[in-house]
């Protein structure tokens, strides 16, 4: 009971972030029970949340010697393999998992996000179903009128919903033509604000607020639409450019803009999720941005720190004149090249079809793949990986050189 009182007690310190006292106390009883399972349960968690992955392992494994299926030290355990990069290791446990418990929600949407990152898109994408489980919707669409393009649509009503992030529908917008083109009517609940860029699709579709009633025969979520077109690796439709910038935008941008003088160059170097292993200070750029080139910021917010490098630099600012994505859409037309952190901008260029260097973490997202320095989602753009967990000088460094050869 003294022992059952205690594992209470450093869970609900674990639960506050008080991750030194909360192992302390995992620790203690370990010390009179090297097997309890609550306890070393309780450890491996505090090493993953201090990212501690080598020391999580170790734990897990003492879990796993005396009960192999436990479910939650398996899924632990995987992904500790994929923080750490150790894909292969990552996939052998998910699908363990999987045969042991085939219906596992959280599982297979993790097994996904392995498969896809390492260009399973076959399995990938549709493990990635699992996902609309977790999704919070008011809509409560029934299974019978999912479409995965098994359906004639052919004069046919279909609802694409939006979901995640606007960066997901500018990457997978590109596939409302091929919808449109089996004589289907799309009704669309994306975010108002991209109304204007999806508009540049040439496509008619029906808009819908949040609170609107409509009608339709078919649903299938926006990044539900590569496993309905069957997509692989190799038959990605990525045909750029696919947006555009609308006329009124571009002709204001290159008028604001004026003659070119230099190269034009764009940064974006934050991004608002995943800031930790995503975004960079503007100070770690400073070997990039004393170039010889005109440097042009597509950021609308900064950091005091940011701010106090902007004193002393030359970017351009556009903070209060970047009201919308035409905005910077119009923008990214006037430059030679934009480099950016892996967030909206990212797709919004390859989209666009402008010429990208994308800065990616030591564990991306399973959109830009892995070891790869292109992208097969976008013909422009190329890609610049960490070298190792939180590394970027290594990536400013190959840019700083691609960039003196590329450009002077």
């Given at each position: 009971?003294?022992?059952?009182?205690?594992?209470?007690e450093?869970?609900?310190?674990?639960?506050q972030g008080r991750?030194?006292?909360?192992?302390s106390i995992y620790?203690?009883?370990?010390?009179?029970?090297?097997?309890?399972?609550?306890?070393?349960h309780?450890?491996?968690?505090v090493y993953?949340?201090?990212?501690?992955?080598?020391?999580?392992?170790?734990?897990?494994?003492?879990?796993?010697?005396q009960?192999?299926?436990?479910?939650?030290?398996?899924?632990?355990?995987?992904?500790?393999?994929?923080?750490?990069?150790e894909?292969?290791?990552?996939?052998?446990v998910?699908?363990?998992?999987?045969?042991?418990?085939?219906?596992?929600?959280?599982?297979?949407?993790?097994?996904?996000?392995?498969?896809?990152?390492?260009?399973?898109?076959?399995?990938?994408?549709?493990?990635?179903?699992s996902?609309?489980?977790?999704?919070?919707?008011?809509?409560?669409?029934?299974?019978?009128?999912?479409?995965?393009?098994?359906?004639?649509?052919?004069?046919?009503?279909?609802?694409?919903?939006?979901?995640?992030?606007?960066g997901?529908?500018?990457?997978?917008?590109r596939?409302?033509?091929?919808?449109?083109e089996?004589?289907?009517?799309?009704?669309?609940?994306?975010?108002?604000?991209?109304?204007?860029?999806?508009?540049?699709?040439?496509?008619?579709?029906?808009?819908?607020g949040?609170?609107?009633?409509?009608?339709?025969?078919?649903?299938?979520?926006?990044?539900?639409?590569?496993?309905?077109?069957?997509?692989?690796?190799n038959?990605?439709?990525?045909?750029?450019?696919y947006?555009?910038?609308p006329?009124?935008?571009?002709?204001?941008?290159?008028?604001?803009?004026?003659?070119?003088?230099?190269?034009?160059?764009?940064?974006?170097?934050?991004?608002?999720?995943?800031d930790?292993n995503?975004?960079?200070?503007?100070?770690?750029l400073?070997?990039?941005?004393?170039?010889?080139?005109?440097?042009?910021s597509l950021?609308?917010?900064?950091?005091?720190e940011?701010?106090?490098?902007?004193?002393?630099?030359?970017?351009?600012?556009?903070?209060?004149?970047?009201?919308?994505?035409?905005?910077?859409?119009?923008?990214?037309d006037q430059?030679?090249?934009?480099?950016?952190?892996?967030?909206?901008?990212?797709?919004?260029?390859g989209?666009?079809?402008?010429?990208?260097?994308?800065?990616?973490?030591?564990?991306p997202?399973?959109?830009?793949?892995?070891?790869?320095?292109d992208?097969?989602?976008?013909?422009?753009?190329?890609?610049?990986?960490?070298s190792?967990?939180?590394?970027?000088m290594?990536?400013i460094?190959?840019?700083?050189?691609?960039?003196?050869?590329?450009?002077?």
């Amino acid at each position: 009971m003294e022992i059952e009182k205690k594992i209470n007690e450093a869970n609900g310190l674990f639960k506050q972030g008080r991750l030194k006292k909360a192992s302390s106390i995992y620790q203690n009883i370990l010390s009179q029970d090297s097997s309890n399972v609550f306890a070393l349960h309780g450890l491996s968690h505090v090493y993953i949340e201090q990212e501690n992955f080598s020391k999580a392992i170790e734990e897990i494994q003492k879990i796993l010697f005396q009960r192999p299926n436990d479910i939650e030290a398996l899924n632990n355990m995987a992904e500790c393999f994929r923080r750490i990069g150790e894909f292969e290791k990552a996939l052998k446990v998910f699908l363990n998992i999987k045969k042991i418990q085939p219906e596992n929600s959280m599982a297979n949407k993790n097994l996904a996000l392995v498969q896809l990152i390492m260009g399973d898109y076959k399995n990938g994408f549709l493990n990635y179903q699992s996902r609309l489980e977790f999704r919070k919707s008011k809509l409560k669409i029934p299974k019978t009128y999912e479409w995965l393009g098994d359906k004639d649509l052919k004069q046919k009503t279909i609802f694409i919903s939006s979901e995640q992030g606007i960066g997901d529908y500018f990457q997978f917008c590109r596939y409302l033509p091929m919808v449109h083109e089996l004589g289907a009517k799309i009704i669309l609940d994306a975010p108002l604000r991209l109304k204007p860029m999806l508009n540049s699709l040439k496509i008619n579709f029906k808009y819908v607020g949040e609170s609107e009633k409509f009608v339709f025969q078919y649903h299938c979520p926006l990044i539900s639409l590569p496993l309905s077109f069957q997509t692989t690796i190799n038959n990605i439709p990525n045909k750029t450019p696919y947006l555009f910038t609308p006329k009124e935008k571009k002709n204001y941008w290159e008028k604001k803009l004026g003659k070119k003088r230099k190269k034009r160059i764009g940064i974006m170097h934050t991004t608002h999720l995943n800031d930790k292993n995503r975004s960079l200070k503007l100070n770690q750029l400073d070997k990039l941005l004393k170039l010889p080139f005109d440097f042009h910021s597509l950021q609308i917010s900064f950091t005091d720190e940011d701010k106090k490098y902007l004193l002393k630099s030359n970017i351009a600012l556009y903070e209060s004149e970047i009201e919308d994505f035409e905005d910077a859409a119009g923008l990214i037309d006037q430059m030679d090249l934009i480099i950016t952190v892996d967030q909206t901008v990212a797709h919004l260029c390859g989209a666009l079809g402008a010429k990208t260097w994308v800065m990616l973490p030591f564990i991306p997202d399973f959109r830009w793949l892995l070891r790869r320095t292109d992208s097969p989602w976008y013909p422009s753009v190329k890609l610049y990986r960490q070298s190792s967990q939180g590394n970027w000088m290594s990536v400013i460094e190959k840019i700083k050189k691609d960039l003196l050869t590329e450009f002077s």
